[in-house]
């Protein structure tokens, strides 16, 4: 059978077993699963790793579990902005939004931007007017509103503390990401998040930034990174994954753990990151006490998981 497989992840960070109550811990876990099977089905049916990772996202940011889309964090103004990159391993095309209000499905737009713009990264008002002119579907603010996102900004506002919306404690978990390798041999990835809790205005993570927190190369794998975008940026760290493999011959098990516990520790990067290799060999890594997670292969089974 030729091999595909999908992988996702809802965030990664000091996630207390304590705060975590036996139905909620469902709740990511059904969500999860959800997602999985979405981009699976897709896969199955032969459709390409890029449309899988998009479908997959999509399922998570239309959760409020999740910040990503719906449930996305409060900035330090109150507002909601959210990032978001897609890359196709094929011809390495890629697309991202960052800083864009309102947009329901951050991720959809990436993949406009990609596919339409000409360009790879749009911010802010300019990619706002893109979703408007290519009729991507927009909320008012309310939808994104969620009373614990609320409650989680204001025990920060008016402070310069940023948070991972999963430290601390928290009980909402998560950037949410997707990667897949389809039945042609081809990789994609997908990122989308809501950054930090009281995040400067336009702020800017890595999840939208391509070899960042995204990253795609049919020669190599395919990543989505979770975790304090600073360190993840200065680390470049999707990016890493994939140069470890093809300049240095690690396999995708060797770089992963090269980039997740060596590279970003001293650089304070709290995290993980989930991959595919062109094999279909998924690996699922962090250095924080869990990450919400999930893969499926061809066997259409879910496998999902937030601590170690
Ligand atoms: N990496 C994201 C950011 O810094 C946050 C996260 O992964 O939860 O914006």
Same mark, same amino acid.
Request: with cysteine.
């Given at each position: 059978?030729?091999p595909?497989?999908?992988a996702?992840?809802?965030g990664?960070g000091?996630?207390?077993?304590?705060d975590?109550?036996?139905?909620?811990?469902?709740?990511?876990?059904?969500a999860l699963a959800?997602?999985l099977?979405r981009g699976h089905?897709?896969?199955q049916?032969g459709?390409?790793?890029l449309?899988?990772v998009e479908?997959?996202?999509?399922?998570?940011e239309?959760?409020?579990?999740f910040?990503?889309?719906?449930?996305?964090?409060?900035n330090a103004?109150?507002?909601?902005e959210m990032?978001a990159?897609?890359?196709?391993?094929?011809?390495?095309?890629?697309?991202?939004?960052?800083?864009?209000?309102?947009v329901k499905n951050?991720?959809?737009?990436a993949?406009?931007v990609?596919e339409k713009?000409?360009h790879?990264?749009i911010s802010?008002?300019?990619?706002?007017?893109?979703?408007h002119?290519?009729?991507?579907?927009?909320?008012?603010d309310?939808?994104f509103?969620?009373?614990?996102?609320?409650?989680?900004?204001?025990?920060?506002?008016?402070?310069d503390?940023t948070? /991972?919306?999963h430290s601390? &404690?928290?009980?909402?978990f998560?950037? *949410?990401?997707a =990667?897949a390798l389809? %039945?042609?041999?081809? +990789?994609a990835?997908?990122?989308s998040t809501g950054?930090?809790?009281?995040?400067?205005?336009?702020?800017i993570g890595?999840?939208?930034v391509?070899?960042?927190?995204?990253?795609?190369?049919?020669a190599t794998c395919a990543i989505?990174c979770t975790?304090?975008?600073e360190?993840?940026l200065?680390?470049?760290a999707?990016?890493?994954v994939?140069? /470890?493999m093809?300049?240095k &011959?690690?396999?995708?098990?060797?770089? *992963?753990?090269? =980039?997740?516990h060596e %590279?970003?520790?001293? +650089?304070d990067g709290?995290?993980?990151?989930i991959?595919?290799?062109r094999a279909?060999?998924?690996?699922l890594?962090f250095?924080s006490?869990?990450?919400?997670?999930?893969?499926m292969?061809?066997?259409g089974?879910?496998?999902?998981a937030?601590?170690?």
């Amino acid at each position: 059978m030729t091999p595909f497989a999908i992988a996702v992840h809802g965030g990664a960070g000091t996630i207390d077993r304590a705060d975590l109550t036996p139905e909620r811990e469902q709740a990511y876990q059904h969500a999860l699963a959800d997602a999985l099977r979405r981009g699976h089905a897709l896969l199955q049916d032969g459709a390409s790793a890029l449309d899988a990772v998009e479908a997959a996202v999509r399922v998570l940011e239309d959760t409020p579990l999740f910040n990503a889309g719906r449930g996305s964090v409060f900035n330090a103004d109150g507002q909601h902005e959210m990032d978001a990159a897609i890359m196709d391993g094929s011809g390495l095309q890629a697309g991202g939004v960052a800083g864009v209000q309102n947009v329901k499905n951050p991720i959809r737009l990436a993949r406009r931007v990609m596919e339409k713009s000409g360009h790879v990264l749009i911010s802010g008002m300019g990619a706002f007017e893109f979703a408007h002119r290519e009729k991507i579907e927009l909320e008012d603010d309310q939808y994104f509103f969620d009373p614990f996102r609320y409650e989680q900004w204001q025990r920060v506002q008016g402070t310069d503390a940023t948070r /991972l919306d999963h430290s601390g &404690g928290e009980r909402k978990f998560g950037t *949410v990401g997707a =990667v897949a390798l389809d %039945r042609h041999g081809h +990789l994609a990835a997908a990122t989308s998040t809501g950054g930090m809790t009281n995040k400067r205005y336009q702020r800017i993570g890595d999840s939208p930034v391509i070899g960042a927190g995204t990253y795609a190369n049919d020669a190599t794998c395919a990543i989505s990174c979770t975790g304090n975008g600073e360190a993840f940026l200065r680390a470049v760290a999707a990016h890493d994954v994939h140069a /470890l493999m093809a300049y240095k &011959g690690l396999s995708l098990d060797e770089a *992963v753990r090269v =980039v997740v516990h060596e %590279r970003l520790p001293p +650089l304070d990067g709290e995290g993980g990151m989930i991959a595919v290799d062109r094999a279909g060999r998924v690996v699922l890594d962090f250095n924080s006490t869990g990450m919400y997670r999930g893969s499926m292969g061809a066997d259409g089974v879910a496998r999902t998981a937030i601590f170690r």
